[in-house]
């Protein structure tokens, strides 16, 4: 099936069923006829062939199934008709055809893609459970564990059971066994589009609501399993539904294209495969329509198409380094069109998908995109898992073509079973899973240790400690992003390295504005939790926070706000013994440096008799001896009491002022004055004046100020511009 075009093999339209999409006129490899659903009912209705004869209903099924894997053997899949026939005689669909065709079309849709003979033996059991007499015990006894898993992983909860919430409990079970075997979400896949194929029997307000949850679930699901062929077939099913008029205006658009006598497309593929025939290089180059809403993403995107905006041209060829070759000759020999390169056999996306992307402008002005790729990562770019086989076997020793295979649980759905554990009801996970499964891009970051997180476009330091730490990352106070420092709130790209700083408290506590960043479902469960369990700590937050946008500089009333080199406070020890050269004279240490020992120190003669006392890289040093001010010779005495100005800069969290003062008092440092700006960023800035019996106990209270969890550095105020 084509992942731009309209499937080849897809069944024409049933009575009243939406019409199927037209695609342009174009060269293409030769395709297996349609199958005529009457006439499958009809074969169905003969009943089973004798043992040890394929019933003609399947033969179709097995056809496909052999083009892909010619030893397989066939005695399940006869096994698996006999009992679904036998079990579903006398049902009917609501389109007239007798039941057990809906069976043989999800089975026959995945044969086509390639899935196994397990595979399509829980396909056509796919509905027994649930609608027959079967049970899965009997499934079990006749088929093994596996068949009988697939077939309970696709069976719906019964509304009699769980009322309004068997649709979302029946996806949460569907994903649970989807994340032990992705196999069950094939089925599933297969079987909605067969289902929409078929909708137009259906009431138009049913008909809507199913090809909402089609669009909201099911397609996002299928794009990250990389069933492009079921994602492109569905995307045109519920765009027919949900927005008929440009649907129709799509149709008429892709009619009126392929109407025409020249074809740039055509052209373009004609002339690379002349350059392909030139270099030696075997390929084959074919022309890839696109699908309805693909060709109306490009109308929106460009307004008015041109005959290159209906399709791409798609280069095979036998071997990875061949894609190379392949685009080195065509930038030779064509224009390309630099922009549009895109590398995804280097950097795979995270569904599988592999390709070369490209592009190349004609004389006229026209673009033709090109994308190329071997055999099989065209096969996997179509069927995504279901190409893979039974992805759960053991891998053979030497896998066809060198092709990367896929984990048994991808990140995004590793990350999805995590957080549905948490989701506090059905209506919860519902709303949860559609947003989701809305963020289309993932990304990969890496940790420090070399492993990575795979994490949802837009995530941010949040989403990375929850996916690496669980609800451990409550104790979270900050991160380092390539190695420089950076908030929470930091959004992620692509190959970003990031290591999260932990707390040691295990009483640590996440805050209420991790909310407003927290992009991913479990992130938001995570900390909404714990703020829902908590609620007088939650409270308490909110008070500091607004206490901390009020809080400029709340001083005792006796203590001046720094201001250059005013003098100490009346009763104040001297900030250290200096000694001036300057007899009777009365020293003072400049507020704006605060120099305290065993700092380098120069003074200046000031007005009454004084000396003030400022560090040498003080600004206001050049600045006095600029204005002509006498300078005199000071050095230190004996070490006694000091004053100094610190700053300590900090992230975010509950609790931290107390910690930190409390943290200070126990060094023996007086907090004279402080400042605390409002956060921003998550980052906050401290300014404490102190006084220490000791300038020697300075650098003891900063090292204990610096293992405060949530503060990242600590150092000496900097020479301030004023004073003098």
């Known amino acids: 099936m084509s992942a731009e075009a309209t499937n080849s093999v897809t069944p024409g339209p049933m009575p009243g069923a939406v019409s199927g999409p037209v695609t342009p006129t174009a060269p293409r490899r030769k395709a297996r006829p349609r199958i005529d659903l009457r006439r499958l009912g009809r074969a169905a209705l003969l009943g089973p062939a004798a043992r040890g004869r394929l019933p003609d209903a399947i033969s179709h099924v097995v056809e496909a199934h052999r083009a892909h894997h010619p030893d397989a053997d066939l005695e399940p899949l006869r096994h698996a008709y006999v009992l679904a026939e036998s079990s579903h005689r006398g049902q009917m669909r609501k389109s007239g055809?007798?039941?057990?065709?809906?069976?043989?079309?999800?089975?026959?849709?995945?044969?086509?893609?390639?899935?196994?003979?397990?595979?399509?033996?829980?396909?056509?059991?796919?509905?027994?459970?649930e609608d027959t007499d079967v049970t899965l015990d009997q499934v079990r006894d006749q088929f093994g564990e596996e068949v009988r898993y697939l077939v309970d992983g696709v069976t719906k909860l019964e509304k009699v059971d769980y009322g309004a919430a068997a649709e979302p409990e029946t996806f949460?079970?569907?994903?649970?066994?989807?994340?032990?075997?992705?196999?069950?979400?094939?089925?599933?896949?297969?079987?909605?589009?067969?289902?929409?194929?078929?909708?137009?029997?259906?009431?138009?307000?049913?008909?809507?609501?199913?090809?909402?949850?089609?669009?909201?679930?099911?397609?996002?699901?299928?794009?990250?399993?990389?069933?492009?062929?079921?994602?492109?077939?569905?995307?045109?099913?519920?765009?027919?539904?949900?927005?008929?008029?440009?649907?129709?205006?799509?149709?008429?658009?892709?009619?009126?294209?392929?109407?025409?006598?020249?074809?740039?497309?055509?052209?373009?593929?004609?002339?690379v495969r002349g350059v392909l025939r030139e270099s030696d290089i075997p390929a084959e180059v074919l022309i890839r329509p696109r699908h309805f809403v693909s060709v109306h993403r490009v109308s929106r995107k460009r307004g008015r198409l041109r005959g290159s905006d209906f399709g791409r041209v798609l280069v095979l060829v036998n071997e990875d380094a061949d894609c190379y070759g392949v685009l080195g000759e065509l930038h030779t020999c064509l224009k390309p069109v630099v922009s549009e390169f895109k590398d995804f056999i280097a950097v795979p996306k995270f569904n599988l998908y592999q390709s070369l992307h490209t592009a190349v402008a004609r004389e006229d002005g026209q673009v033709v995109e090109v994308l190329i790729r071997t055999h099989q990562m065209h096969k996997v770019a179509e069927a995504g898992v279901v190409a893979l086989g039974n992805p759960y076997a053991p891998a053979p020793d030497d896998p066809a073509d060198g092709e990367r295979v896929d984990p048994t649980r991808p990140g995004w759905l590793s990350r999805l079973l995590d957080w549905q554990e948490a989701a506090p009801d059905p209506d919860h996970f519902w709303s949860t899973l559609r947003e989701d499964l809305a963020q289309d891009r993932e990304i990969t970051v890496f940790r420090p240790d070399g492993g990575t997180l795979g994490l949802p476009e837009g995530a941010t330091c949040v989403d990375a400690a929850y996916a690496q730490y669980g609800e451990d990352a409550h104790a979270c106070i900050g991160a380092r992003v390539n190695?420089?420092?950076?908030?929470?709130?930091?959004?992620?790209?692509?190959?970003?390295?990031?290591?999260?700083?932990?707390?040691?408290?295990?009483?640590?506590?996440?805050?209420?504005?991790?909310?407003?960043?927290?992009?991913?479902?479990?992130?938001?469960?995570?900390?909404?939790?714990?703020?829902?369990?908590?609620?007088?700590?939650?409270?308490?937050?909110?008070?500091?926070?607004?206490?901390?946008?009020?809080?400029?500089?709340?001083?005792?009333?006796?203590?001046?706000?720094?201001?250059?080199?005013?003098?100490?406070?009346?009763?104040?020890?001297?900030?250290?013994?200096?000694?001036a050269d300057l007899p009777g004279a009365t020293v003072r240490l400049a507020r704006c440096c605060t120099p305290v020992p065993p700092d380098e120190i120069t003074g200046f003669a000031v007005r009454g008799g004084a000396v003030t006392v400022h560090r040498v890289e003080c600004a206001a040093v050049a600045r006095m001896k600029d204005g002509g001010r006498a300078e005199v010779g000071v050095r230190w005495g004996e070490t006694a009491e000091c004053r100094v100005t610190l700053v300590a800069e900090s992230f975010v969290r509950p609790h931290l002022l107390a910690d930190l003062t409390e943290a200070m008092a126990s060094e023996g440092a007086e907090i004279v004055s402080a400042t605390v700006e409002p956060p921003t960023q998550q980052q906050v800035r401290h300014t404490y004046t102190v006084q220490l019996p000791d300038a020697g106990h300075l650098p003891a209270l900063m090292r204990a100020m610096r293992n405060v969890a949530g503060v990242y550095d600590v150092s000496r105020a900097q020479p301030q511009p004023q004073g003098g």
């Open 97 to 129: 055809e007798p039941y057990i065709t809906h069976p043989l079309a999800v089975t026959l849709i995945l044969a086509e893609l390639g899935a196994e003979t397990t595979t399509l033996t829980a396909s056509l059991l796919h509905d027994t459970v």
């Open 172 to 271: 949460r079970k569907m994903l649970v066994a989807t994340g032990n075997d992705v196999r069950v979400m094939s089925i599933k896949l297969a079987d909605r589009l067969h289902n929409m194929r078929t909708l137009g029997v259906m009431r138009p307000e049913k008909q809507e609501r199913i090809a909402k949850v089609t669009r909201d679930v099911l397609i996002p699901l299928a794009e990250r399993l990389g069933v492009q062929a079921l994602k492109t077939e569905l995307e045109d099913l519920v765009f027919a539904i949900l927005h008929p008029e440009e649907y129709a205006h799509t149709r008429e658009l892709i009619v009126r294209n392929a109407a025409r006598t020249d074809d740039p497309l055509a052209e373009v593929a004609d002339e």
């Open 483 to 579: 190695g420089r420092l950076a908030t929470l709130s930091t959004v992620l790209t692509d190959g970003d390295t990031v290591q999260l700083l932990m707390g040691q408290d295990p009483a640590s506590e996440p805050s209420r504005e991790w909310l407003e960043h927290a992009h991913t479902p479990a992130a938001r469960i995570a900390i909404q939790r714990w703020l829902t369990a908590h609620p007088a700590q939650a409270e308490s937050q909110q008070s500091e926070a607004r206490i901390a946008e009020d809080r400029t500089a709340r001083r005792p009333a006796d203590v001046p706000v720094p201001d250059g080199t005013s003098e100490q406070p009346a009763g104040r020890p001297a900030t250290g013994h200096v000694l």
